[in-house]
């Protein structure tokens, strides 16, 4: 697979109040970008359970809660917490700030983008780094 990863500038650091999400379009696919205070953190702006936006949730201690039905996301590994019967996460974003700029680092690829599962089971075992999307050019 042919894969290029690219940094890209979503917005200024103003428009994103503290302990709030924002949804923008990167690569053809929704992702929700977080305040956390200290630094930002990306993820898919779609809950697990049924698509909920994220973006529009409630933002506490390194975390996301649905606004649907309540499923709790961390936004460091992209792991649903508060459901251990039903384990499932979302791709998470590298994502710098920059003279107060946001950028966010996507990979673009020839195929459609990899199984969530994969990285977000490593992750909650390991206790790793941010996965990475890969999307259509």
Known sequence: MNETKRWVQVTVVENIPLREGRSVQLGGHAVAIFNLGDRFLALENRCPH???PLA???????????PLHAWKIDLTTGSVTNQPEN????KTFPARVEDGAIFVEISFANSSIESSQDG???SRTQDSSLSRISGEA
């Open 87 to 90: 384990p499932q996460c979302l």
């Open 50 to 52: 049924r698509g909920g």
């Open 56 to 66: 529009d949730g409630i933002v506490s201690a390194g975390t996301v809660v649905c």
């Open 120 to 122: 977000c089971l490593a």
